[in-house]
């Protein structure tokens, strides 16, 4: 495998490629890194793939993009990174945050993805319940209360308590540029690029992911126009790593049909 570092618009990220054949494009999920990929390109490249995957900007050891990126931001980058290699087209794996790239970047650039595998994709938003709505509206309430009466430290003392007890555990281990990527990525819904999706896909999933459930891959199914979905009895949101040889041989047979 080769491991390298390269700039890609202005960012320096690290990248691996490993194996020889049809050349496929692998993008790994929030807070990993191509690490989590190898196993299953490990795998492809013994069946005749060239797998190519980056650390995204803000993952791994790549930098962080200059400002807060959204999902359109990182098909850009991946459009740049099949640029740099010289690959016109590719088939695509996304885990994920990838699985959101891929919606996207089929939608928009059909012309570059030959055929799709994502795992555990997320891309469709969650409403928020009615008592998390009622939370966050007594909270803007108060802490735009503080600060119109000058309490900014109290107002900026509320905001920490407030995500201390209320972010996800991405949210308060990542960097201000990626708090900032992570909101603006997840309050994207992509049904509508699904909807145009129309390299043939198949959804991997596990019936135990409690990250994006199993539903979320039954929506996916019903909305893109190419799509089957396959389920890892017993995997969580890692479906792929759970059962890397079955995934790895339900690709190639994708990738391998007319």
Same mark, same amino acid.
Not at 65 to 68: L, W
Not at 178 to 204: E, F, K, S
């Given at each position: 495998m080769q491991v390298s570092r390269r700039v890609i618009d202005s960012i320096e990220i690290r990248q691996a490629v490993i194996g020889e054949g049809a050349p496929l494009l692998m993008a790994h999920g929030w807070g990993a890194s191509i690490e989590t990929l190898f196993p299953l390109a490990d795998r492809l490249s013994r069946q005749g793939y060239r797998c190519a995957m980056a650390d995204l900007p803000g993952f791994g050891e790549s930098a962080e993009?200059?400002?807060?990126w959204a999902v359109r931001d990182y098909v850009e980058f991946c459009l740049a990174f099949l640029d740099s290699l010289g690959w016109a087209r590719a088939h695509y794996f996304g885990h994920s945050l990838g699985g959101r790239i891929g919606l996207m970047l089929t939608a928009d650039y059909p012309q570059r993805v030959h055929k799709m595998t994502l795992s555990n994709s997320a891309g469709i938003k969650v409403e928020p319940s009615i008592g998390q709505r009622i939370r966050l509206a007594a909270y803007r309430r108060a802490r735009g209360g503080l600060t119109k009466i000058g309490a900014n430290a109290s107002a900026e003392s509320l905001r920490r308590l407030y995500n201390q007890r209320f972010g996800s555990a991405d949210y308060l281990q990542a960097s201000p540029i990626?708090?900032?990527? *992570?909101?603006?990525?997840?309050?994207?819904? *992509? *049904?509508?690029?699904?909807?145009?999706?129309?390299?043939?896909?198949? *959804?991997?999933w596990g019936d135990a992911d409690e990250e994006t459930p199993l539903w979320m891959g039954q929506k996916l199914e019903a909305t893109m126009p190419d799509a089957a979905l396959i389920v890892h009895p017993g995997a969580g949101h890692y479906a792929y790593l759970d059962f890397p040889e079955r995934t790895a041989s339900i690709m190639d047979a994708l990738f391998r049909s007319e």
């Open positions: 993009p200059p400002q807060a990626m708090r900032g990527t *992570l909101v603006t990525i997840v309050n994207q819904d *992509l *049904l509508a690029y699904a909807r145009r999706a129309a390299a043939p896909t198949v *959804l991997i």
